[in-house]
């Protein structure tokens, strides 16, 4: 067992390729197997995940900041390793990839064309994003941040909807131009320090003061602009406002499970990498900046919801709501970011706080957004529109699709005893001090959210029904259920009893920060 | 003694020529299995170097030598190092692969077959050689396949003009390095044209900077410099498949690698005085190259300006001087090469079958063509230098070079991702997917075994060369080495 153990995360991390490898082998006429392999194939990884879970130990020591660690020679010219391991920040969202793929690949039963290339793209994918949580050297974090662009592109484009080649374009330029300012801060870092490796980097780059690099600036210039390449193309990814302009159209187009993934793991990519590595490595520069990361982040709160109330095309409308969502996760992390050096017993609660709030919120959010989408693709493989004007009275003619829709609505909006609300609180609570009017501002949004979720909920369950329904629409199958029902009860746990996960959360980031 | 394989590697396919030439031209069947033959003993012994080629010793290894002229100096001189060898690798994958992808010519297959030959044998020469008269005597060898196979065989709209311009330019490219290589041998006073010797015959500096541009510049046309660099795309379009694959991405390594060895090695002083000036041209070939490549039309038009793209990010490492910026520009010239070949390969497939390569009059081809199609999409994200595949891992080092001497060179030069990144993904999506127009679903085909054969071979190293970049950085990581120890501290 020990070659097993001792590779954990590299197994979580590579079984999806194996297996899509090992599809390519399979016959493409045989589409029920491809399905039911790949299925098979993306439950390994969360169960291996569930593996490290319970051999983790949540509180992190200085002498062991990372766990299940491995360590091997990978581009030893340029000193860049195979450096892997998981902390209570990166592991949830480990689970949150683990527990969604296979969701979403059984929400992607309902693909009929070239289900093999489909689902092949789908595993490469999974590996994609699993490698940046699980990556602890720079370059291999900027490998796998990059490597997943390719597989959502041809999701999008291949078996997007009506514009889909558009915005699968938009999507892949705006994500890769996001990515050259980080891709040239990575360099100049390497250059700079000499090692790609995190925790050297950790070490030492903040208090570099002195660059051997020609370049004619003064280092702190050098680092704020470093600073701003790695924002950017965080909040590209995340996203922010102002570059939120891929995402309404990406998630449009996408086809379900693809949006799934998008909005319930992608998002978080970006985020992620703040947590990661923008607070760590920039601390001086973060805190200045403070105040403008937690005012883009209340636009995103602002503007996303209002973005959502104006739609009423159903899946634009959720596809704006993680733009507002996602404000929340922001805000938390630039009020931490505002008191990185704070003493005080209360500053330190508070950054605690906002931090646990904008992790947590991560993981809700990752369930809430896939479970929406979701929905909304259910409802149009059977109308075959997402008008919201056609719609109404549905209630009565799919109870059970309105029964998990409201549900899963209302952990999204924020309902009291269901996820969405503990997070919120936890970021709101943490940032209100030191961000008091910009929280002030996000409770507002806060109000929006409200409105266009009750929006969408009425004109699609409500009012009269659309005569040419009648008769035409069936209620949510087995399958359907069961791709809900993890989500729902994740929701449920978390919103009343959301201890056993920030407990790991909490020790990780007051270790942390 | 040890078994000469650096001359057996050379005269292979030199003897297979000459045989080839001798057969009686209507036994095709023949011929095309001569033509396999020498290149897959060539890629055998390519092979079997990288393998026994010992690179904790480093430096030349398995010399050979022989009097050759010796009242002038000249000698047949071979040997490999870690920049050449994977050179040499190259130059086999491509050969086997242009065989295999020629398996159908029918016009004069018996010229066509023997003449590729002796371009590989000219190609293989360059990379072995040691003595500066030789490397320049196989540099010359392959003015005259190359010229005849894109005026005979080439794509009968243009192969008149493209050939032609193509050998005029190399011509004067090699007229200039020729004068520089004199004012060398003469300048030395050594007397000889042993490139070892020369390395350490240490010329004064005001001759360095004087003639290092002669030198550096003649062969870095061949090399695709910016302004010099239009040749490229002209002749490589004009050539028939295999020649543009061996064109592109082999004698454009030729070029460069003759720069690096002759211009650099023996001129290091020249070369720090005259690196800012290259590093602005390889800029613009990197940008400009892109920007060209995105508003073609035709489809192997693109390809042949992103061989001026790329091939800018070679130079660039060159100019840094530097162990990374060299190092980059050794693995960009090996996954450069397998990269347009591969494209290449696939734009003959492509035009074999649909008699077009107007990108507006194509589409849909993945229906038709699946393996053509996704080896197009992987030669595509190695070009955008996307993670996990070859391109990205020999950009990254170039990248780092450039930082440490010049960091708006990187600034700039990384513009050429996106751009690059933007003209691929447009053109697969126009090529291979979309509708299909109802001329070609009649008559397009899939593509045979051996041209699955190739896409599979050269995919699968890009890929692997994404993943484990030490296969090749532990040969080019030695060359380099000594290469940086001649410029003493850098620039």
Request: glycine share 10%; with cysteine.
């Amino acid at each position: 067992m020990e070659p097993v153990t001792n590779h954990l995360l590299s197994l979580i991390l590579f079984t999806p390729t194996a297996a899509a490898v090992f599809m390519l082998l399979l016959p493409r006429e045989k589409i029920s197997l491809l399905r039911n392999f790949a299925l098979a194939a993306s439950l390994i990884p969360f169960i291996l995940t569930l593996v490290v879970w319970a051999g983790f130990n949540p509180q992190p020591t200085a002498a062991m900041p990372f766990q299940f660690v491995e360590k091997a020679e990978w581009y030893s010219a340029i000193r860049a390793s195979y450096h892997l391991g998981v902390d209570g920040i990166s592991l949830p969202m480990v689970l949150l990839t683990t527990l969604l793929t296979p969701l979403a690949i059984l929400a992607s039963y309902s693909i009929q064309e070239r289900v093999k290339s489909y689902m092949i793209l789908f595993l490469l994918l999974e590996t994609g994003m699993l490698g940046v949580f699980l990556a602890l050297d720079l370059l291999l974090f900027f490998v796998f941040w990059e490597v997943g662009l390719v597989p959502m592109y041809f999701l999008i484009a291949q078996w997007g909807s009506k514009n889909r080649n558009y915005a699968a374009l938009k999507f892949v330029l705006y994500t890769m131009g996001g990515s050259l300012g980080l891709l040239l801060a990575i360099q100049l870092m390497g250059v700079a320090v000499g090692s790609f490796d995190l925790l050297e980097l950790y070490q030492r780059w903040p208090g570099l003061n002195e660059l051997s690099i020609p370049i004619g600036l003064s280092v702190s210039t050098v680092k704020a602009i470093a600073f701003w390449a790695f924002v950017v193309a965080f909040a590209i990814k995340v996203p922010v406002w102002p570059f939120h302009t891929w995402l309404p159209d990406a998630h449009t187009e996408a086809p379900t499970a693809g949006s799934m993934i998008l909005a319930g793991v992608l998002l978080k990519l970006g985020a992620y990498g703040f947590l990661r590595l923008v607070l760590p490595l920039f601390p001086a520069e973060s805190q200045q900046f403070a105040g403008a990361l937690a005012f883009l982040g209340v636009a995103a709160i602002i503007f996303g919801a209002l973005g959502a109330w104006a739609q009423n095309d159903f899946k634009r409308l959720i596809a704006y709501s993680s733009i507002n969502h996602m404000g929340f996760v922001v805000l938390g992390i630039a009020a931490a970011a505002g008191m990185l050096n704070t003493t005080s017993p209360v500053g330190l609660l508070d950054k605690t706080i906002a931090l646990n709030g904008a992790v947590l919120q991560m993981f809700n959010h990752g369930l809430s957004a896939a479970g929406m989408f979701f929905l909304v693709g259910v409802l149009y493989d059977r109308a075959h529109t997402r008008d919201l004007n056609e719609f109404g009275g549905l209630y009565a003619v799919l109870p059970v699709y309105g029964s998990v829709l409201i549900f899963t609505a209302m952990a999204s909006l924020g309902l009291p005893g269901l996820n969405g609300f503990v997070s919120e609180f936890l970021v709101v609570r943490g940032a209100w001090p030191v961000l008091t009017l910009a929280t002030a501002l996000a409770m507002i949004g806060l109000f929006f959210t409200g409105a266009y979720i009750l929006k969408a909920l009425k004109m699609v369950l409500h009012g009269p029904l659309n005569g040419r329904w009648q008769g035409h629409l069936t209620d949510m199958t087995r399958r359907e259920v069961l791709v809900m029902a993890p989500l729902m009860i994740l929701m449920l746990v978390l919103g009343v009893w959301p201890a056993w996960l920030l407990d790991m959360i909490n020790r990780a980031v007051a270790f942390l920060f | 003694m040890q078994f000469p394989i650096l001359s057996a590697l050379i005269f292979t396919p030199i003897v297979a020529g000459v045989v080839l030439l001798a057969l009686p031209a209507e036994q095709k069947d023949w011929i095309r299995r001569v033509a396999l033959a020498a290149a897959v003993l060539i890629l055998l012994m390519a092979f079997k170097l990288y393998f026994s080629y010992d690179p904790g010793k480093g430096g030349y290894q398995f010399l050979e030598e022989a009097a050759w002229l010796p009242q002038f100096g000249i000698s047949y001189k071979l040997g490999i190092d870690g920049i050449s060898l994977p050179l040499v690798l190259l130059s086999g994958l491509v050969i086997f692969s242009g065989v295999l992808v020629s398996w159908n010519v029918e016009d004069r297959p018996r010229e066509f077959f023997s003449f590729l030959m002796f371009l590989g044998a000219s190609v293989l020469g360059v990379f072995c050689a040691l003595d500066l008269f030789l490397l320049f005597f196989f540099f010359e060898l392959a003015v005259f396949p190359k010229y005849l196979m894109i005026v005979v065989w080439g794509y009968p709209k243009t192969r008149e003009y493209g050939g032609m311009k193509l050998t005029l330019y190399l011509f004067i490219g090699s007229v200039i390095a020729l004068v520089g290589t004199l004012a060398v041998y003469f300048g030395s006073g050594l007397r000889t044209f042993d490139l070892l010797a020369l390395e350490q015959a240490g010329f004064p500096i005001e001759f360095q900077r004087l003639w290092f541009p002669f030198v550096f510049l003649g062969f870095a046309i061949l090399g695709g410099i910016f302004p010099f660099h239009s040749w490229a795309p002209d002749g490589h379009v004009a050539a028939p498949t295999a020649i543009s694959m061996l064109l592109a991405g082999v004698e454009m390594k030729v070029g460069a690698f003759a720069a690096l060895r002759v211009g650099i090695q023996l001129l290091p002083e020249g070369a720090q005085y005259w690196a800012p000036a290259i590093l602005l041209l390889a800029t613009i070939n990197v940008v400009y190259g892109a920007f060209i490549a995105m508003v073609q039309t035709d489809f192997k038009y693109v390809i042949g300006f992103s061989s001026v793209s790329h091939m800018g990010l070679v130079l660039i490492g060159f100019a840094t001087l530097n162990r990374d910026g060299l190092l980059g520009a050794g693995m960009q010239m090996f996954s450069h090469g397998v990269m347009t070949a591969l494209f290449f390969a696939i734009v003959g497939m492509v035009y074999d079958r649909a008699h077009t390569r107007e990108i507006g009059s194509l589409g849909g081809l993945v229906r038709k063509m699946p393996w053509a199609a996704v080896g197009f999409i992987i030669g595509g994200l190695v070009s955008m230098g996307m993670p996990g595949f070859s391109g990205f891992v020999s950009e990254i080092p170039v990248f780092m070079g450039a930082w440490q001497v010049a960091p708006l060179v990187s600034v700039v030069a990384i513009l050429g991702i996106l751009i690059t990144a933007a003209y691929i993904f447009l053109v697969v999506r126009r090529v291979f997917f979309g509708e299909i127009p109802p001329e070609l679903d009649q008559s397009v085909g899939d593509v045979s075994g051996k041209d699955k054969l190739v896409i599979g071979m050269l995919s699968l190293v890009m890929i692997l060369l994404g993943w484990f970049p030490s296969l090749l950085t532990r040969l080019i990581e030695p060359g380099v080495h000594s290469i940086v120890a001649l410029m003493g501290g850098g620039w």
